[in-house]
Each structure stands twice: as structure tokens, then as C-alpha cells.
């Protein structure tokens, strides 16, 4: 039984990044399930086995992609419990590029998600129930505790709060995203240093948005 479970974890850890390579080359239609197990060594039927289907199989490669990012790089990227919420936006904006542009993923890692999102096969809103929901649920967090901190004396509209998540989010997803389609004077692989300064400007950015609009909120 030993045996048998490590040769299960080895080959699907083989099937999912076969998988992703040859997802990010071809996307989800034109990729087959014969070309995947060629290059993971692995047999048609262990896809069967370990994720039932090809769409099966997709959806785990962006399970797996994303537990990976949000484990080397965590929404807060380390800091402590008395964080103020400005130092918490500022580390969830860099964690997040991070995760989008930082070095040690699989070469697959940027370019399937942006083809994904190209050409959507409806995978992504399959992954946010598990994946990202929570994500958005620290950054809800997050822009409330700015809201109350500039506008004290009444609670957050929720259309406000709702439009700066979305231009956050929005800007981070472009700085990923874009490097894969546009030409652009950077580089599209960027040294943590570059990450910072546009996570910074992002952030610099964003707090002025969320300022703006409490102070619009003002009885």
C-alpha cells in the first residue's frame, strides 16, 4: 500500500505540470489528454484515476498553481497581528503581484492563467469558490478598516467598498496580465525590487481612491 500511494502522489504531481505545459501552449480545447500523458510518463488512465476527466485535470492544475503562490507568498507576507490596515493593503497588493510575477513558479504559471482568462473556459469561477474567494474576503476586510479609519462615524457604503476592490484588484491583474500580450519596457520577468516599486505605486494609487471616497461618504 506505501508503494502504491507514492507512485499515485508522484505521477499526479507528474500529470499536473505536464498538464500545465501543455495548457499554457495550446489552452484547455486543443490540448490532449494523450500529449499530457506522453510528457508526464503516465498512463491514459491515470488521469481517470486522479482528477476523473480532462476538465477535471485542468481545474486542478489551477488549484494546485494557486495554493502554491498563496503558500511561498501569503496575503500579508509575514506581518504581525498589530498591523495597521495601510501596511496590510500595501503587503496584499505586493504579495499579490508577487504571486503573479515572481521567480520560483512553474514556467507555465503566468501564461496559463492569462490565456484562461483570453479565452475563458469557466474554470476560474469554479477555483474562486475554494481559492479565491478568500482572497477577496482579506481584502473586503482590509478596505472597511480604511473606510471606518478616514470616515469613523458611519459604516461603509457597500457600492464604495465594492468599486475599490475591484480597482485594486483590477491593477494587479493589468501589471500581470498585460506583460503577456503587450510590449512594454520592462521586462516580464521582474527582480523583487521592480515588484515593490509597482506595488508601491498601486498602493499609493489606491489609497488616494479609498481617501477620495470616504471623504465623498462625509455627513
Known sequence: ?????AWDEGTRKRLIDAAGQ??????????TIREICRRANAGISAVNYHFRDKQGLYEAVFEYSHRWAVEKYPHD????????????LRAFIRSFLLRGLGDGFPAWHGKLIALEMANPSGVLSKVAQTAIRPMDEILE???RELFRKDNPSREPDERSVRTCRLSIVGQCIFQIHARQFMQLDEPKVLDPPRIAAIADRIYRFSMGGIRAIAAEEQP
Open 77 to 88: 507576507l509575514g506581518l504581525d497581528d498589530g498591523a495597521t490596515p495601510e501596511e496590510r
Open 1 to 5: 500500500m506505501e508503494a502504491h500511494r
Open 22 to 31: 501543455t495548457f499554457a501552449r495550446q489552452g484547455f480545447r486543443a490540448a
Open 141 to 143: 476586510g482590509i478596505v
